[in-house]
């Protein structure tokens, strides 16, 4: 998949990171960069079916790579008792906070 945007992961320490497209600083710290760049992007005026792909600093290879709308509407859930993290879709209530739906994979 040829990406529409390449955005670049830095690590900050603590499983987050700085997210950069080209010189830009779109998320100064993020536990999911590219997660949270798809809904940086959707909020831009950057149409859902936009790629876009994420790779380490210091690495020429692309790490997870999707298309804007798809990501935006995931999270990482993060399971502490097990040290494991899973992605899921975000549920947003009409009227109410962000919910997770859980799904075993």
Known sequence: M???FV?????L?????MACLGE????ESSRQPLLDAARF???EGVTPDTRIAMRHQGSPHVALS???GKAAKLEV??????????VCPVLRAPSGPAKRLARAF
Do not use: N, Q
Request: proline content about 3%.
């Open 2 to 4: 040829m990406a529409d």
């Open 13 to 17: 320490g603590h499983g987050r990171f």
């Open 41 to 43: 992007l959707l909020g």
């Open 66 to 68: 999707s298309t804007v």
């Open 77 to 86: 859930k993060d399971d502490l008792d097990y040290r494991r993290a899973e």
């Open 7 to 11: 955005l670049l992961a830095s690590p």
């Open 24 to 27: 830009r600083v779109i998320l």
